[in-house]
DNA sequence: TTAGATTACGAGTGATTGCTCGTATTCCAC
DNA sequence: GTGGAATACGAGCAATCACTCGTAATCTAA
């Protein structure tokens, strides 16, 4: 049985594993995860393939870290796309804004991002370093719904709510693959598209 | 320089050919295309590897013809889809259910076709193979666009109908995930969302 | 019938890649 | 200062995988 007992690090150390998450997100967001190689994402770091095994047990765990800085990162776009507002009292046009600005801009800030989240074969424990931020995400979106549309009964409400979160990321790809002079069209279409929906909902009563 | 005169096939070649692609099929939509082996797919085709590469000279050709196959299917689909109909003449609801079944129904019948034409790291020239449904469809759609909605300026209605088809692309994923009871509830949501964008462009006069 | 082409086999090969290990340097607590 | 831990190196190991090759069975055209 192996003692495993966790080694201390000193301010290198912690520089270094910054260091390494960067590079390995630059990689991962050139060449997928899976055409990455740990020598690349050592040489891209600056270092030798034995330093990165210094603070990564291997691939896997590196991709975990990385996914977890990411949640943690994204986990505050959505705290500061959500919270401190009364979404009631918003239009739908203004909650669009509210909600849709900072996660676009996330996503469009961290190309890696999407390498690791939005890969075919997502690894269980990936998806479940991910899972707390889709949980949370359906229950804030689920929240503005009961807001704004008292009366929906609860099986339609989740699913709608699941409905729109689908839409924002499915549309994710096409805003980010748009060169930037038709770039801003293109989330106003985004927009219309999520408000449409929501009061396609609301005008249900 | 090599002669490479193409061998004359026999009806047991075509055959073989045939479960080659549909063993390839399997196995892309269960493992993804970077982690299925040709050696698992000649097993799941029930031959040897060496028999695999009489037909097929590496991996990318397999991969080739089998997107190429899915291309002609996919075309018949969305035949079947859009041809022979007034869309100017029909409600945007049954605009919705004439476009959107069939091909949704064609996404749940071959679960290899995303594995393939999903993936991060689609080489060039699988991309080319895919851009000229890519390319009818969007034409298709553009058409249904500019006879519903003729005082439309072109760049917006190109524009909208890249948005359209991203919509229905990003939902696929969820609808696909869907479990059977819930499945069409979710299918009709998906209906709500791009009929309420149509009508809102529609309305724009 | 038979010669040549096609189909079939499967152990093996070369290249790639995640990862190791022996060793050397730097840092910090005492 | 000194000893132990942390950091760093990079050639190389072991496993995986796309693909080959020598050989044999089967088919087809004549």
Redesign the interface.
């Given at each position: 049985m192996p003692e495993e007992r966790p080694r201390r690090r000193q301010a290198r150390g912690e520089r270094r594993i910054a260091e390494i998450l960067d590079a390995a997100a630059g990689v991962f967001a050139e060449?997928?995860?899976?055409?990455a190689t740990t020598n690349a994402i050592a040489a891209a770091a600056g270092i030798s393939p034995g330093s990165l095994y210094q603070f990564f047990p291997n691939k896997a765990a590196l991709a975990q870290a990385l996914a977890d800085r990411f949640v943690a990162e994204m986990a505050a776009a959505h705290r500061a796309a959500f919270d401190g507002t009364d979404f009631a009292a918003l239009s739908v046009g203004e909650v669009a804004d509210r909600v849709i600005d900072p996660i676009l801009e996330f996503n469009l800030d961290n190309p890696g991002f999407?390498?690791l989240f939005?890969?075919?074969?997502m690894p269980s424990d990936l998806a479940a370093a991910a899972q707390p931020i889709q949980g949370a995400l359906l229950g804030r979106v689920t929240a503005i719904l009961a807001a704004r549309v008292p009366g929906m009964p609860e099986p339609d409400r989740a699913?709608?709510a699941?409905?729109l979160i689908?839409?924002f990321?499915?549309?994710v790809?096409?805003v980010v693959s748009t060169p930037e002079p038709?770039r801003p069209?293109?989330i106003a279409?985004?927009k219309?598209?999520l408000i449409?929906?929501l009061?396609?909902i609301e005008s249900l009563k």
């Open positions: 060449a997928g995860f899976e055409r999407k390498a939005a890969r075919p074969d699913r709608s699941r409905v689908q839409i990321q499915g549309m790809p096409l038709e069209a293109v279409e985004v219309r598209v449409g929906y009061a396609s």
